[in-house]
Nanobody, 119 residues
Framework: VQLQESGPGLVKPSQTLALTCTVS????????WSWVRQPPGKGLEWMGI???????YFSPSLKSRCSISRDTSKNQFFLHVSSVTPEDTGVYYC??????????????WGQGTPVTVSS
């Protein structure tokens, strides 16, 4: 399974960040998929997930600004973050969610794409 993030490396404040995750080796309709980010000098922050049926769930702190969608014909899913600020700067990852021993784990990750929010 391989995941590849893509999107603009630089976004201006107040604009919308749009990222794409392209998946190979698995279908996005048979697994759950997450977006995770890591601000500079901080830990990983889970942002949201898209389920097998396309239902989405988000971190409460980001719910008002985030959306996740997908294009099943291209086996891609997308992240949009509106009204970005410099605090949204970081490396953004997409990952697959799998159940292991009753726990949900992120077992496959993309390499990450850096995003800087700056004017």
């Amino acid at each position: 399974v391989q995941l590849q993030e893509s999107g603009p490396g630089l976004v201006k404040p107040s604009q919308t960040l749009a990222l794409t995750c392209t998946v190979s080796g698995d279908s996005i309709t048979t697994s759950y998929w997450s977006w995770v980010r890591q601000p500079p000098g901080k830990g990983l922050e889970w942002m949201g997930i898209i389920a097998i049926d396309g239902t989405t769930y988000f971190s409460p702190s980001l719910k008002s600004r985030c959306s996740i969608s997908r294009d099943t014909s291209k086996n891609q899913f997308f992240l949009h973050v509106s009204s970005v600020t410099p605090e949204d700067t970081g490396v953004y990852y997409c990952a697959r969610v799998s159940s292991r021993g009753g726990l949900e784990v992120h077992d496959y990750w993309g390499q990450g794409t850096p995003v800087t929010v700056s004017s």
